[in-house]
């Protein structure tokens, strides 16, 4: 606010700045200045409207909470709920999401904050194999995540299909994948296992998911009090409460396990006491079936050793599983009734026309992200069109 001064000496300057009308300087430095040693401003005129001289202007992931259309609720937590929902890019064109929402509350804010955080952090993912998010809705009592909409659930869709020894090896080599590229940006996951990793029926891809507990850092250092899936938890968690890249190496092994024995529940009827007692032992691990061939017992014992330097990184695990994957390819190729008559464990389940039609249905739903992306800030997006 300015006002003019008493007339009182011509080369003095005819303005002075004021925040209240009470305090006064001819500089904006000097009123800063005295307004940071003395007391708050207090505005008390009001419906005052405040407009930003140089507005910042929304990153291009923060979607319009009118774009968004919440469709049916797939499942709800103490405090959140997904839902599949469409995004709307234009009039009359829309195209399929999930839609993880927070309704924000003083009983949640640890919830709500989590939540900024994993949707922060998964925009920077652009791997296939890792779910991708398209962008974030922050209203004054709603978080939402919106990110892609994959079929099924891969701990649900073993234990309901019966899947080929290959499919469970090229499902194995997929989330191998997705772990090195998290891995290769200096994240920790803290939570695999198969209830957290999704299927893309379709495209018989697995993809990692459920980023709410991963952190971007070398080592993360639990509290004693925290809860932790004991099943799944590396032995040196428990001694000494810090996670590390090998810890994901480990829980991925009993994932691997789950996977190859069809959902099981690793070490069956055992309590978590029990478990507690037993994983810090070498020789306490859950036993492969007789049918699981040796190519992949063989890198899954070494991936949960009780020596976390002794196990190996994704990219040796991908080596292997990728050995396996071929080896099974070409002894499919050799068999003229496989290739003429496709066993009833194949993923999909559906006539070749069917295939056809769900992969261009899944590029029309690429470009139409792409599209909204652009659409929503007028600018060029950092989505990358080959891994949407």
């Known amino acids: ?17 004021t925040f209240d009308g009470k305090t006064k300087a001819v500089k904006i430095k000097e009123l800063v200045r005295i307004h940071q040693m003395g007391k708050p401003i207090e505005i008390e005129e009001k419906n005052i409207t405040v407009m930003a001289l140089n507005p910042i202007a929304k990153q291009a992931w923060e979607l319009r909470r009118e774009s968004i259309e919440l469709v049916k609720k797939l499942c709800e937590g103490a405090f959140g709920e997904v839902w599949s929902g ?30 900024q955080k994993e949707g922060s952090l998964m925009k920077k993912f652009k791997h296939d194999n890792i779910v991708r998010t398209f962008g974030r809705v922050i209203q004054r009592d709603t978080i939402m995540v919106v990110m892609e909409l994959i079929n099924k659930g891969l701990n649900d869709y073993v234990k309901t299909h019966k899947v080929s020894m290959n499919d469970k090896g090229s499902f194995a080599h997929d989330i191998a994948l ?33 980023f709410g507990l991963t952190r971007q850092t070398d080592v993360y250092k639990i ?27 480990y829980a991925y092994a009993i994932m691997v396990w789950e996977l190859f024995n069809d959902g099981a529940t690793p070490f069956g009827t055992m309590t978590n006491a029990q478990n507690k007692e037993g994983i810090i032992r070498e020789d306490f691990r859950p036993p492969f079936a007789a ?22 990184q994704f990219p040796e695990v991908q080596k292997a599983l990728k050995k396996f994957k071929k080896a099974g390819a070409d002894e499919q ?43 929503e800030q007028g600018q060029d997006t950092e989505v990358d069109q080959e891994k949407v």
């Open 1 to 17: 606010k300015k006002e003019k001064k008493e007339e009182k000496d011509d080369d003095e300057n005819d303005i002075i700045f």
């Open 86 to 115: 469409k995004q709307k890019i234009r009039i009359g064109k829309t195209f399929n999401v999930a839609v993880k929402v927070i309704k924000r509350s003083s009983n949640n804010e640890k919830a709500t904050t989590e939540l």
């Open 178 to 210: 997705g772990l090195g590229y998290i891995h290769s940006l200096n994240c920790i996951h803290r939570d695999i296992a198969c209830r957290n990793c999704l299927i893309d029926v379709g495209r018989k891809q697995a993809k990692v998911s459920d």
């Open 223 to 249: 509290q004693a009090c925290d809860r932790i899936p004991i099943r799944w938890i590396a032995p040196e968690v428990l001694k000494s409460y810090e996670y590390t890249r090998a810890a994901d190496t």
């Open 291 to 312: 049918d699981v061939p040796p190519e992949v017992t063989d890198i899954i014992g070494m991936c949960w050793r009780g020596d976390p330097t002794a196990r190996p």
């Open 333 to 375: 190729e050799k068999s003229p009734a496989l290739a003429s008559n496709p066993p009833s464990s194949d993923l999909a389940g559906n006539t070749r026309a069917q295939a056809e039609q769900q992969e261009q249905q899944r590029r029309i739903d690429k470009t139409s992200c792409i599209e909204a992306c652009k659409e």
